[in-house]
């Protein structure tokens, strides 16, 4: 395996057996024999890698198997077929070794004692990790300031804030420099102010020490301060996996241009521009034109506004991810602007981020 490689999954797939609902006692005591039910396909036959020093955002709706994923990656879950390594470790094979190489954070869980303070939890997990009291400091010293947990260190964790809670949980998931995070929604119900906090820390930390992040989350804001790579997944099935900006150039064909312009009397009408460029909203002197950008250049678009009318400013908007990703969940892959052969392959993925 390529050293640069530190996350494989081949043909990854985990199926559950659902049995058959049977109501009152009866009903019980029939399930006992009849075993009948349906098989489910949580995921089926994913395939990706992450490189060292990546952070990947790994999404989906609910339900497309996200955490399963996740969950086998980390050896919760023995998979149904397929293969992965995690750092040269299978994982459901050898779980304990595998601990020591990753870190991870549930956002609507915590590895944190409850009652203790957080200072107390933090000690423990050194000694659950063997971490040395040096390198403890260090890092500790390291979380202390680009986190701001002074102000409640020594809070117990049921008194913690949401978002004082999540920031305990990253300095814990990173307090034996794993070289792996897996973070699932680790800015969810957070406010403002606090997933811009978590954000930049896990920038800083993925600058500074390399550390590869696979970044599950709903809120599609965190994949664009973070990411450059995401991987889309639904019904268990991989949809995406490439570069952001591949994806809005696939699929955000629309593009907007925001123009100052002074219209004169006698100007024509600005929701009577040409074709293929749709005023789409005014508020006083701005004006937001919508335009494709397989039909025109925002260049082209510019110019033909600065003829019409005096422009006193521009702008051009790029479509929202967002938006796109919410059109390839509910529309699917291909009506959404892709076929069967969008698909960014394992290989070719490989060979552009080289």
């Known amino acids: 395996m390529d050293s640069q490689i530190v996350i494989e999954a081949s043909g990854l797939t985990k199926t559950f057996w659902v049995n058959r609902h049977r109501r009152g006692a009866l009903g019980a005591l029939r399930g006992l024999v009849d075993r009948s039910g349906t098989e489910v396909k949580a995921v089926e036959n994913i395939s990706f890698r992450l490189q060292r020093g990546e952070i990947v955002g790994f999404i989906g709706p609910n339900g497309a198997g996200k955490s399963t994923t996740i969950k086998m990656l980390t050896g919760i879950l023995v998979p149904s077929g397929g293969a992965a390594t995690v750092d040269g470790i299978v994982p459901w094979e050898n779980r304990k070794r595998l601990a020591g190489r990753i870190g991870v954070v549930f956002g609507q869980r915590t590895q944190l004692w409850w009652d203790l303070p957080l200072v107390e939890s933090l000690e423990l997990l050194r000694h659950v990790y063997r971490v040395p009291a040096d390198r403890f400091a260090q890092n500790l010293a390291r979380f202390r300031q680009l986190l701001d947990l002074d102000p409640f260190l020594e809070t117990p964790v049921r008194q913690l804030s949401l978002g004082q809670r999540m920031r305990g949980d990253l300095a814990a998931a990173l307090l034996h420099d794993p070289p792996i995070l897996y973070l699932d929604e680790p800015t969810i ?131 929202d991810i967002e938006e796109i990703v919410r059109r390839i969940y509910e529309d699917g892959f291909e009506r959404a602007g892709g076929n069967s052969t969008d698909y960014t392959t394992l290989e070719t993925a490989t060979a552009m981020r080289r």
């Open 189 to 319: 119900g957070l406010d403002v102010v606090a997933k811009a906090r978590i954000r930049t820390f896990l920038a800083d930390i993925n600058r500074e020490r390399a550390v590869t992040v696979l970044l599950t989350t709903h809120d599609l804001a965190d994949i664009e301060h973070l990411c450059r790579r995401i991987v889309i997944i639904d019904h268990g099935k991989l949809l995406y996996d490439g570069e952001i900006n591949q994806i809005r150039e696939r699929f955000g064909t629309q593009r907007t241009l925001v123009a100052d312009i002074d219209v004169q009397p006698g100007d024509p009408p600005a929701d009577q521009f040409r074709p293929g460029i749709t005023l789409v909203k005014q508020d006083g002197p701005r004006h937001w034109f919508r335009f494709n950008r397989s039909e025109a250049s925002a260049s082209d678009v510019i110019a033909m506004v600065a003829e019409r009318y005096r422009l006193l400013d521009v702008t051009i908007e790029e479509p």
